[in-house]
């Protein structure tokens, strides 16, 4: 039977804030800062920070003009430190984004697990010229995570190596059909989530043999979440849901990012990824069929980002919506109401990673209503490793 199009109720929807936060701040002030010791060659401080991953699922599904963000759960936030080879990389750049140093080797510690969390303490020892030259200094950070493969260390040349080396080279993109698929409705250790992040910290001051913390870390995912499911008023169950178009390669990180504020904008409705990465040879016009959660029954699928935005209908992204006793329906990733500013009813938006697409899918006969959310995920925060929790 043919599909039929889709008259749609939609709500506005919103921009996600970034996936996890590692939070730190100064430990000492440059008055109480002792100078180093002369031919001291021990490490001149550590960054440290507690890594608390999994906060849960959000109370609720209504998106408010400004209110709490969904946690995500555990394997969203999921980054794999464990074993001798922690699947994270940590750099320092310059403000002009040349290399500084890799960290190696981090400390890292599990300090308590539950069903829903883990908490590790990492450690980054600071050498004695790296303090010599950036204390006091501004300089920045970029962490990433779950890539499985990293840029070759013995290759990154310190004042030479751009960001721009580092996240757009060829191993830098990720091909879902090496982990099983597209993951979901589960994120499973193999499935993981690659995640990226950058910050400057300016005139930070280094204190010898001492903890120093730098501030903010915002990491994103490099997946868009799609949810789709039953309202409880609809007259007809959907047997199943399939993506018409999807990538099946994704960039690990955004091209074009080189400081927090390029993706940071502290407002619930204006927290996004800006740019749109996508790599060459990666859209496959298979349809992917999203698999049904044995638990809550809705069909759920991780995707890489996918671009909608100045392209043919025919090569847009859209949900197959297969019904047990009615006609098979599409919906679209457009605006049906309340376009985002600079948009208007009935243009397409791209799937962007880090956005949590949810619809809520009512069938009466003939009639569909779609409510549509997007919920921000909130933080996890890597909070000051002082000894004290």
């Not at 963000?69 to 940590?90: C, F, H, V």
């Not at 400390?107 to 303090?131: A, H, M």
């Not at 040349?157 to 996240?167: N, Y």
């Amino acid at each position: 039977m043919t599909p039929q199009a889709v008259n749609i109720i939609t709500r506005t929807f919103r921009a996600l804030l970034i996936a996890a936060v590692p939070a730190l701040g100064a430990c000492s002030s440059a008055a109480d800062a002792p100078d180093m010791p002369a031919g001291d060659t021990a490490p001149a401080c550590s960054i440290g920070l507690y890594v608390r991953l999994g906060d849960g699922e959000p109370a609720s599904r209504t998106t408010p003009d400004d209110g709490s963000y969904a946690p995500g759960t555990t394997g969203e936030n999921y980054i794999d430190l464990d074993g001798d080879t922690p699947d994270m990389r940590l750099y320092a750049f310059t403000t002009d984004n040349r290399l500084i140093r890799e960290f190696d080797s981090p400390e890292i510690t599990p300090t308590s697990s539950s069903p829903t969390s883990k908490t590790y303490e990492l450690k980054f020892n600071v050498d004695r010229d790296f303090y010599d030259s950036y204390s006091g200094k501004s300089f920045k950070i970029m962490m990433l995570a779950n890539w499985r493969r990293y840029p070759d260390s013995s290759k990154l040349v310190p004042g030479t190596t751009t960001i721009d080396d580092i996240t757009t080279a060829a191993e830098a993109t990720s091909d879902i059909r090496g982990f099983g698929g597209c993951p979901g409705p589960y994120i499973t250790g193999e499935q993981r989530i690659p995640m990226f992040g950058i910050a400057q910290y300016d005139k930070i001051t280094l204190v010898p043999n001492m903890l120093v913390m730098l501030g903010d870390l915002h990491l994103l995912r490099a997946y868009a979440k799609i949810e789709v499911y039953d309202d409880a008023a609809s007259d007809d169950t959907l047997t199943g849901v399939s993506l018409t178009r999807h990538n099946v390669r994704s960039a690990m990180a955004p091209q074009g990012v080189y400081h927090q504020d390029d993706y940071v904008k502290h407002s619930y409705n204006d927290d996004y990824a800006a740019t749109l990465t996508v790599p060459d040879a990666s859209e496959t016009s298979d349809a992917l069929a999203m698999v049904r959660d044995s638990v809550s029954g809705h069909f759920i699928v991780y995707v890489p980002e996918y671009r909608n935005t100045g392209r043919t209908e025919s090569e847009h992204a859209r949900l197959l919506l297969h019904y047990k006793f009615g006609e098979d329906f599409y919906a679209d990733f457009k605006y049906y109401q309340n376009p985002a500013p600079g948009s208007a009813v009935g243009d397409a938006f791209d799937i962007r990673r880090n956005y949590w697409y949810k619809y809520e899918i009512k069938r009466n006969g003939t009639t569909i209503q779609l409510t549509a959310d997007v919920l921000p995920y909130g933080t996890v925060k890597l909070e000051p490793s002082f000894g004290l929790d």
